[in-house]
C-alpha cells in the first residue's frame, strides 16, 4: 500500500499559477499510475489528469489540458500538477491517487488516496 501526502495548496487569483506536489512513500511498482483528481461540494470525484510511473505517460481531462502539467521524480517518489491560467471553476480539494493498471481513469480504479488539498481560485 502506497501513503501519499499532498502540499501545495492555497488561495490564488484566477490566470494564476500553483503547484501542487504529492510525496509517495512505500514501494511503487512499474505497473503504478499516479493520478490528481479534483472534487467540489456535492459533486463527485473527477479526474484531472495522470501519468504512468514507468514511461511517464500523461493524461489530461479536457477541463484542464493546456493548462495544467502532470510531472514525475521517480528518485523522490513525488508527484507535481502544474496549475497555471487557473480559473474560479478550478476551485476544488485536490487529491492524488495512486493505481495498479488501472483500466481507466475513473476513481475507482485507484486503491491508494491522500487526505486532499484545497485550491480556492478568485475571480
Known amino acids: 500500500q502506497v501513503q501519499l501526502v499532498e502540499s501545495g495548496g492555497g488561495l490564488m487569483q484566477a490566470g494564476g499559477s500553483l503547484r501542487l506536489s504529492c510525496a509517495a512513500s512505500g514501494r511503487i511498482f512499474s505497473g503504478v499510475t499516479m493520478g490528481w483528481f479534483r472534487q467540489t461540494p456535492g459533486n463527485e470525484r473527477e479526474f484531472v489528469a495522470a501519468i504512468t510511473w514507468r514511461g511517464g505517460n500523461t493524461y489530461y481531462a479536457d477541463a484542464v489540458k493546456g493548462r495544467f502539467t502532470i510531472s514525475r521524480d521517480n528518485a523522490k517518489n513525488t508527484v507535481y500538477l502544474q496549475m497555471n491560467s487557473l480559473k474560479p471553476e478550478d476551485t476544488a480539494v485536490y487529491y492524488c491517487?495512486?493505481?495498479?493498471?488501472?483500466?481507466?481513469?475513473?476513481?475507482?480504479?485507484?486503491?491508494?488516496w491522500g487526505q486532499g488539498t484545497q485550491v480556492t481560485v478568485s475571480s
Open positions: 491517487a495512486a493505481g495498479t493498471y488501472p483500466a481507466t481513469m475513473a476513481p475507482t480504479n485507484f486503491g491508494s
